[in-house]
């Protein structure tokens, strides 16, 4: 059951925050008037795929995320390899509309032909030889909107050149790159104020008031009370809930002398630390919690906070790892893995604060400027806006290489040197 349950929290983390940067890019291409050929929940063989307003939107049976295919980006494929066997649907006035590439299917009335030349980007036509019409080469005009049935009997829309990515302005493309990682923040954002809402409210550290009393505890045997203040502890004044749990913590099984303000009257009291284990130490615990600021507004910006203090804390790791590197700074699936282990089994609450984080994670690490992470297209951009020309496509596509190779084999360390450590160990 451990098993099953970390599975079942790896693939709902990992398939959430994959979704949802996907989602980024999939949603500002539509706007920007972008093809996207497919948007795919899951990864590799197909289980359902169904085309609409130009999108082909699929389940695939790997549960590990999905993608989005636009027009013109990286990866996307739209060429037709010369004697490659291909059905032609014609309309009435000849044209092609649909384009069937799978041997897998056969459609009614389609002719078939062997390519020997194809485009579809600029002229759209298709040429070849019509099986039972000798070695006449017959060419064929393609419709602007026809689809092309790929191999696993996929079909999507043809991808001409008006509707690729490079056609877009500039400062679109930029926002097509940067809306991933952007989509990223605000499921981070989202998740730290719902926890925030979840736990009842934001604490308040800067103060020596006491919060909610546990039952049975060594503060209710004192005779403390929610909203008493604690002046002193044998002698040392507090100012804040900090100075507090570090002189009980220390201070287990140990007599402390506390001067406290109730109900506006000063009073000394005697209390003992209960000895409690905490992470492999014995530590002192009184009962009692910080106060706590229930109203929506101390929720909405405590939740706020807590995506800024996780967003400083990756830049300061970041650094960290620039001036001395190690990869037991980094991480990759199996390191996930292991992580979602530990948050099934602290409960939903956990696993939630593990995707808020790994999502400011996520976003932040995608938009460094490497070649072929969005971070580095979006550096690509910029240039373009500078120059006011687009870098040639040959010197993108060597430059996107480099940082494909670069990344691919810092993630094989990555992931070799977490096997190690949580495995092999």
């Known amino acids: 059951m451990n098993i099953l349950s970390t599975i079942v929290t790896f693939i709902f983390v990992f398939g959430v925050l994959v979704f949802v940067h996907e989602f980024g890019h999939f949603y ?4 920007s008037g972008i093809l996207v050929r497919e948007f795919s929940i899951g990864m590799g063989p197909k289980i359902f795929s169904r085309q609409k307003n130009g999108t082909a939107y699929t389940v695939r049976w790997l549960p590990l995320g999905g993608y989005v295919r636009m027009a013109g980006w990286g990866e996307d494929d739209n060429t037709l390899e010369k004697g490659k066997s291909v059905g032609l649907v014609l309309n009435e006035q000849g044209e092609v509309v649909r384009i069937n590439t799978s041997s897998k299917i056969q459609l009614e009335n389609a002719v078939p032909l062997e390519v020997t030349f194809a485009d579809l980007e600029k002229d759209l036509m298709i040429a070849g030889y019509v099986y039972g019409q000798g070695d006449q080469v017959s060419s064929f005009k393609v419709t602007h909107d026809a689809t092309i049935i790929e191999e696993d009997t996929t ?10 990515m490079q056609s877009a302005p500039v400062l679109k493309r930029l926002l097509v790159n940067f809306a991933g990682p952007l989509n990223n923040f605000i499921l981070a954002l989202v998740l730290f104020v719902l926890l925030v809402f979840m736990q009842g409210g934001v604490q308040v550290t800067n103060t020596n008031a006491l919060g909610e009393i546990q039952e049975n505890s060594p503060a ?21 809930w900090f100075d507090l749990t570090e002189i009980v913590s220390q201070s287990p099984e140990k007599s402390l002398s506390l001067k406290v303000k109730s109900e506006d009257k000063e009073k000394n009291i ?9 992470n492999g130490e014995t530590v002192g615990k009184m009962g009692v919690a910080a106060p706590v600021k229930k109203d929506v507004l101390s929720k909405i910006t405590g939740g706020v906070r807590l995506f800024l203090d996780n967003s400083l804390g990756i830049f300061k790791a970041l650094g960290s790892l620039i001036t001395d590197f190690s990869l037991n700074k980094l991480g990759g699936p199996v390191m996930m893995f292991e992580y979602s282990s530990q948050a099934a089994k602290s409960g939903f609450t956990t696993v939630l604060a593990l995707m808020a984080i790994l999502s400011v994670n996520l976003g932040i690490m995608n938009l460094l400027p490497i070649p072929a992470l969005d971070g580095g297209k979006i550096v690509l951009n910029l240039i373009e806006a500078v120059r006011g020309k687009p870098i040639s496509p040959e010197k993108e596509g060597i430059v996107t290489f480099i940082g494909f190779i670069f990344m691919f084999g810092l993630m094989i360390l990555v992931t070799w040197n977490d096997i190690s450590r949580y495995f092999l160990k």
């Open 28 to 31: 500002f291409a539509k706007k």
């Open 155 to 164: 079909e999507i829309r043809i991808a001409p050149l008006d509707v690729q």
């Open 220 to 240: 209710e045997a004192a005779g403390l009370k929610e909203g008493d203040e604690i002046l002193a502890i044998n002698g040392k004044e507090i100012k804040t």
């Open 270 to 278: 005697t209390l003992v630390p209960e000895s409690v284990s905490q």
